[in-house]
């Protein structure tokens, strides 16, 4: 399984805790998730499900690139994904899907670099930054007795537009 984990892009500033669920893209967050999800549809890539945090910047990115690939149908809202979230949760929920599947999972850092190091690593313990808008491709993702996978790449927005 490929699995790929995208951060929502730039949102306005968080003004108190009751308001981060709601929190929206920004004009720049929204233009660049477009670009991101422009080069996705380049590369051809294909997703089965695309996973997103309940929160309102992950839910937009998750909607821009499901328009953008013709793929709304395959929009799903895990719970999980919102921060605070399981890592292990996560996986499983993954792990649920066929062997063959890609799965596009979009919610929120520190999580979804805990995530990664969890799957690449076994534990919490890789130094990695998703950047917003950053997108990262783990190939060979299974779930047996703990999570696995190999990191192939982990790529900012600005990387993905020089690879066009």
Known sequence: MNLFVLRHGKAGPST???DDRKRALTDDGRNEIRKVARWMRSKKFEFGIIATSPLTRAHESAEIVAR???RKDRLAVWEELAPGGDPDTI???VAQSRED????LIGHEPLLSMLISRIIAGNDTVSLVLAKGGLAKIRNYSFDKRPSG???WLLTPGQMMDMR
Not at 101 to 104: G, I, R
């Open 91 to 93: 996986c499983y929920h």
């Open 150 to 152: 190999d990191l192939q």
């Open 101 to 104: 599947a890609v799965v596009l």
């Open 16 to 18: 108190d805790e009751s």
């Open 68 to 70: 953008s690939l013709g």
